[in-house]
């Protein structure tokens, strides 16, 4: 069964700092790009960055260029997302999602599988 566990959200002030983790299982850990995406209050899901199966390519929404770092520990079967510089607009739950593909993607339903998401609150 494929899963997808995040977890580091949580309450932080603008400025701040949290690093995102996202666990997944072994068989589509290995093959598959992976994303992060969110979706704040009264919102649509939006991107937020991507990273290829190897770790060599990544892309981010220009909200969070400079601000967010994501990687992938593959002998670990996680990818996180290190956020640094929050601000208040950064509030959202923030999701992981892996995509049956090598490589990086904006959009939504090219990704196959999903996390339950992880809140994170950033105050002003």
């Known amino acids: 069964q494929v899963q997808l566990v995040e977890s580091g959200g949580g309450l932080v002030q603008a400025g701040g700092s949290l690093r995102l983790s996202c666990a997944a299982s072994r068989r589509i850990f290995s093959d598959y790009a992976m994303g992060w995406f969110r979706r704040a209050p009264g919102k649509e899901r939006e991107f937020v960055a991507s990273i290829s199966w190897s770790g060599g390519s990544t892309i981010y929404a220009d909200s969070v260029k400079g601000r967010f770092t994501i990687s992938r520990g593959n002998a670990k079967n996680t990818v996180y997302l290190q956020m640094n510089s929050l601000k208040p607009e950064d509030t959202a739950v923030y999701y992981c999602?892996?995509?049956?593909?090598?490589?990086?993607?904006?959009?939504?339903?090219?990704?196959?599988?999903w996390g339950q998401g992880t809140q994170v609150t950033v105050s002003s």
């Open positions: 999602a892996a995509r049956t593909s090598y490589s990086t993607s904006y959009y939504l339903d090219q990704y196959n599988y």
